[in-house]
Structure formats: C-alpha cells, structure tokens
C-alpha cells in the first residue's frame, strides 16, 4: 500500500511547476530514454491501484518472512 501511496505522490509532482517531493523527476521524465516508460507508469497506476486493492482483500503475507527473504535477496544482488 505504501508503494501505491508513493507512486501517486511521485506522478502528482509531476504536474507541479515546482515539485515538492522529487526534485528531478521533470528532468527524469523528460529524458528521451524514460519519457515512454514513465507514460506507461503513470497510465497503468489504475490498473496498479486495483490490483493492490484485489491483494488486501485476499492475499495473507508474513511480512517478517518477506522481509528476511528481501533482504538475503539484496544482499545476493549487491555482490
């Protein structure tokens, strides 16, 4: 839920004429390499939202589980 909370937060900084939580992200979106990609971002943030609202019903998660294993993830990636 929090990832949901900061994607709206990071696309509605990108209608501000001057961004109050990411300072970059116009330069970031306007780049030729991430203007596309960050279209398809902010275009799929409906579909993101329901489904998020589809796994709070449903879906059980032990989070100290995820945790532990998130981070062995990344310390398996950071090598």
């Given at each position: 839920?929090?990832?949901?909370?900061?994607?709206?937060?990071?696309?509605?900084?990108?209608?501000?004429?001057?961004?109050?939580?990411?300072?970059?992200?116009?330069?970031?979106?306007?780049s030729?390499?991430?203007?596309?990609?960050?279209?398809?971002?902010?275009?799929?943030?409906?579909?993101?939202?329901?489904?998020?609202?589809?796994?709070?019903?449903?879906?059980?998660?032990?989070?100290?589980?995820?945790?532990?294993?998130?981070?062995?993830?990344?310390?398996?990636?950071?090598?």
């Amino acid at each position: 839920m929090n990832l949901l909370k900061f994607c709206n937060i990071i696309i509605k900084d990108t209608y501000k004429t001057v961004p109050e939580n990411v300072h970059n992200i116009t330069a970031m979106i306007n780049s030729t390499k991430n203007k596309d990609r960050f279209a398809a971002f902010a275009n799929g943030m409906e579909n993101f939202e329901k489904m998020i609202e589809l796994l709070k019903r449903y879906v059980v998660i032990d989070i100290s589980e995820l945790n532990e294993k998130a981070g062995k993830n990344y310390e398996t990636h950071s090598k």
